[in-house]
């Protein structure tokens, strides 16, 4: 017996799949479904992470809707994976997040927002009245002092990272995978690979279907600006953290210096990247969408989106005198996004890596498939 109704539903295609094979190079889930003959919850949820939704399975397959075997497995593995971010949430007590994962975000966005807008007109009168200036051009930390703001989002993001961490631990766990596989060189030296040039996001080659079975590599592409993008953005807070500590040299940064153009160019990124996701998600078939969960990936990019415009705005608009209207709007997406991480769409990258790492370890351990 599985869990849920979306693993029952999933094993029961993979036994399908397992006896036509037709579809076994079109991506890394029917390899590794091939190696085996009996689906825990696990495998199951093994394999659906390691699924990218591409929809080429669906398109070639003999089996799918109208035939009486239905079989839809990127709809299925979809479902799978959703349910498995609710299973492995940690803590539990927040796991519900993930049900109305879209109204979560939206509501805690919200109120982060309006925190610090009304933080900031709160601490504006007590700075005016020392006869600081509040709204001078680079006058960041007095809009909000920089320990405060470490103190604040570095709580923030380290939440974070502890509740993916022990999430990831328990899937890891309940794939069968020991720990040492994390740390094999070759296994995570082919899943980077894999993940950076997203191998597994082309159908085989043809690309990811649209409505009428068109494929296209839009998807990849934008997949490749949003993940790029907010790696740039990574790399900028981490320069700009060395230029604070150990060069003394305080935000903000002229429009030259690394930090600002990193930024920059991740956050333009972060703007074409998300929206193209989203225009991409609304031209895909209907078919194989999972449409309970239709929300976190919507409420996902926006929220990158968003996090990407507001910051946009304040670096071209920083020298003027909505600086601290836009300051407090972009610190309160990032930190709604912060504390969002661990329950939205944000940890299926986390998990779709880990499952390239353990299919990395089974192809170097058993290249030839089938018996």
């Not at 649209?210 to 993940?227: E, I, P």
Request: charged fraction near 15%; hydrophobic fraction near 45%.
């Amino acid at each position: 017996m599985h869990g849920t109704k979306a693993l029952a539903e999933a094993e029961r295609l993979m036994i399908v799949c397992n006896s036509c094979r037709y579809c076994e190079g079109l991506c890394a889930v029917f390899p590794a479904m091939e190696r085996r003959r009996v689906f825990t919850d696990g495998d199951l949820n093994y394999l659906a992470n390691l699924c990218h939704g591409c929809g080429a399975c669906y398109h070639d397959c003999q089996f799918s809707p109208p035939h009486e075997f239905n079989v839809n497995v990127p709809k299925t593995l979809a479902q799978v994976r959703a349910d498995s971010y609710q299973a492995y949430a940690w803590p539990r007590a927040l796991s519900r997040l993930f049900a109305r994962n879209g109204l979560a975000i939206a509501v805690i966005t919200a109120f982060s927002v309006a925190a610090f807008l009304f933080g900031f007109e709160a601490f504006r009168d007590k700075v005016e009245e020392l006869g600081i200036c509040y709204n001078c051009p680079r006058a960041f930390y007095r809009v909000m002092p920089h320990n405060v703001m470490v103190t604040v989002f570095g709580a923030a993001f380290v939440f974070a990272l502890i509740a993916i961490g022990m999430s990831v631990r328990t899937f890891w766990r309940n794939v069968g995978e020991p720990p040492a596989t994390l740390a094999e060189p070759s296994s995570l030296w082919q899943a980077i690979k894999d993940a950076g040039r997203l191998r597994y996001l082309d159908g085989g080659g043809a690309g990811c279907t649209n409505n009428g079975a068109r494929a296209s590599d839009l998807r990849k592409y934008f997949h490749h600006l949003t993940f790029y993008g907010f790696l740039l953005c990574f790399f900028a807070t981490c320069v700009a953290t060395v230029y604070h500590y150990v060069l003394g040299w305080q935000a903000p940064y002229r429009w030259y210096e690394t930090p600002v153009v990193a930024g920059t160019i991740g956050g333009i990124g972060l703007l074409i990247g998300p929206a193209g996701l989203l225009l991409e998600k609304w031209r895909s078939d209907s078919a194989l969408r999972d449409q309970a969960h239709t929300g976190m990936d919507v409420a996902f990019l926006f929220m990158l989106f968003m996090t990407s415009l507001t910051g946009l705005a304040l670096l071209a608009l920083r020298e003027t005198d909505i600086m601290d209207f836009l300051l407090a709007l972009h610190l309160g997406f990032v930190f709604g996004f912060f504390i969002t991480m661990p329950y939205g769409k944000f940890v299926h990258g986390i998990y779709r890596f880990a499952a390239l790492v353990r299919h990395a370890k089974e192809m170097r351990q058993a290249p030839s498939v089938g018996d």
